[in-house]
């Protein structure tokens, strides 16, 4: 058994100064990370981030190089998977083809000591949890991908887990199916009152089934946030352009006014909202949808004008992509088919500084 650990507040999973390397690779490198319990926490990040190893390493199935990752405020460092106490959802649900639906769900019991008849009422209450209570004694080859993945779900609370974790569990289904599965996976871990980490690199499903979601690149946690104040407030470049679209300017802060700087850019001075010293190279950001074409009104409001390039109709938005000179492409996002620009019109843009960030060029760096 693990020994005791003094842990985050709050924390049901917690990882302390940990790291993972393969050869010269770092692929982890000194990660913090604290899962309230029965919060849903997303490890989200491109290919090669480090959040499958993340997963991996908390559910045991390969050790760190260093630091420590407690369960219950319990040292699980050095204990091997089975007496976690977690469960894991695959993205390929590996479910064995030559049992039923029932076997499938039950075989992580059996290993329990427990009696054929407890293990029957288990599987029986998992599998009406996904509403698969009436699948049990079907094969699973010939279920839709849906079904098998409600299969491997149920397989997993089956053993009543204290963490659940999911690597890219979703991503093998459709779109439809996905977004719904998101929605009806959200409300049931909610239900149960489940302590879930999942992995994607999907920013859609991040956002919309996790209470915190970690951003990550190259092996470290750029932003832990909600999602909201992780779309709305990022602290980074990277989080900004991983979560969400993101316009741009690069230029030279020029002048500071408490948090809110002055960046001289090609297309003209604008304000935003960030810690830089003067003469940094820096990239200002906002939002698409934070943008109106028209000069707007108030002081607070940056404007540039453009020549609109290009017009994406995509339903109940449309996004527009105006030419702002210096080679950068400024996008804007509009909602509703009225009055919409054409590619050769000049438009002028606003937004307010409010809603502008600004970050260092690490390009200008390197």
Known sequence: MGRPLEPAVNAHVATTNLSKRFGAATVLDRVDLAVERGALVTLLGPSGCGKTTLLRLIAGLMAPDEGSIAIGGVDVTRTPPHKRNVGVVFQSYALFPHLTVAGNVGFGLQGKGLGRAEIAVKVQRALALVQMDRFGDRPVRPLSGGQQQRVALARALAVEPSVLLF??????????????????LRRLLKDLGATAVFVTHDQDEALTMSDKVAVMNAGRIEQFDEPVRLYERPRSLFATRFVGVSSELRGT???????????????????????????????????????????????????????????????????????VGAGTDFMVEIGG??????????????????????????????
């Open 337 to 366: 088919i009225f009055a919409l620009p054409v590619p050769g019109d000049v438009a002028v843009l606003s937004w307010a500084a409010s809603r502008s960030f600004v970050f260092a060029d690490v390009r200008q760096a390197a």
């Open 253 to 323: 802060v020029a002048a500071r006014d408490g948090g809110r700087l002055r960046v001289d850019t090609p297309q003209g001075p604008v304000m935003a909202e960030g810690d830089l010293p003067s003469g940094a190279a820096a990239v200002v950001s906002t939002r698409p949808e934070n943008i109106a074409i028209g000069a707007g009104e108030g002081p607070d409001r940056n404007r540039i004008e453009g020549r609109v390039r290009r017009v994406t109709f995509q339903g109940a938005r449309t996004r527009i992509a105006v030419d």
């Open 167 to 184: 690597d890219e569990a979703l991503s093998a289904l459709d779109r439809n199916l996905r977004e719904t599965m998101q929605v009806e």
